[in-house]
């Protein structure tokens, strides 16, 4: 009920398309839903997050989709650079509870220039 | 500025030996994250201090593991009797206010167990 079920393992893209990776989870008291980006050799960096207030949020070519009724999100990557090439990962956090967050096993996105 | 930096960057140590990994965040936040990240994993949540107390420390995995933050800021994840299985990348994040929407992390210890 804690976990965060990531899809795809891994991903490659052509330079400006679009990159769509897709989380998934069972338990209805998480709250808040962020994605990190992590560069080889670095900790994970914030990108963007979504509350399930909302539908969607877009933050320049990044965009989170948020499905509450089928317990879904995902992160699109709007002309995908060679830049974004990472290891993306989804995350969640429990309402009301401790401020620790729960990760997906993440997506290695490699963008061919 | 600076970011939450950790050091050693690179720990390897034999079974059975101690180790400490330390943690130092950005100055001026209040919370602490300790995170380990297994080859090919998401991070997996360790411990989170508040101040100098854990505010929960459920993703310990067993008692060799501790970690302390005596003065609200530095803190030292402890790890006795190491086994090969304890080999990961130990990550460390800070926020101003023990919001996890402002958690910033370190670029992480890689601990090797041999």
């Known amino acids: 009920q804690q976990q965060v079920k990531q899809s795809p393992q891994s991903l490659i893209v052509q330079k400006g398309g679009i990159s769509i990776i897709n989380c998934a989870y069972e338990?209805?008291?998480?709250?808040?839903f962020p994605w990190y980006q992590q560069f080889p050799g670095k900790g994970p960096a914030l990108l963007i997050a979504i509350r399930p207030d909302v539908s969607e949020k877009k933050e320049g070519r990044f965009t989170i989709s948020f499905n509450k009724s089928a317990k879904q999100f995902s992160l699109h990557i709007m002309d995908s650079q060679p830049g974004d090439s990472a290891t993306y990962f989804c995350?969640?956090?429990?309402?009301?509870?401790?401020?620790?967050?729960?990760f997906g096993k993440g997506t290695k996105l490699t963008v061919n220039p | 500025g600076a970011g939450v930096s950790q050091t050693p960057s690179n720990k390897v140590t034999e079974k059975g030996k101690y180790v400490e990994l330390r943690c130092d965040p950005i100055?001026?936040?209040?919370?602490l994250y300790w995170y380990r990240q297994s080859l090919g994993q998401g991070p997996e949540f360790l411990i989170y201090f508040q101040g100098t107390g854990a505010a929960d420390d459920s993703g310990l995995p067993n008692d060799r593991f501790f970690a302390v933050r005596p003065e609200g800021s530095v803190s030292t994840l402890k790890i006795q009797r190491t086994e090969r299985g304890d080999s990961a990348v130990y990550l460390c994040a800070s926020s101003p206010q023990g919001v996890v929407d402002t958690q910033y992390f370190g670029p992480g210890t890689r601990l090797t167990v041999l």
């Open positions: 995350a969640a956090k429990l309402q009301g509870g401790s401020e620790k967050l729960v």
């Open positions: 338990n209805t008291a998480f709250d808040y």
């Open positions: 100055s001026g936040h209040t919370a």
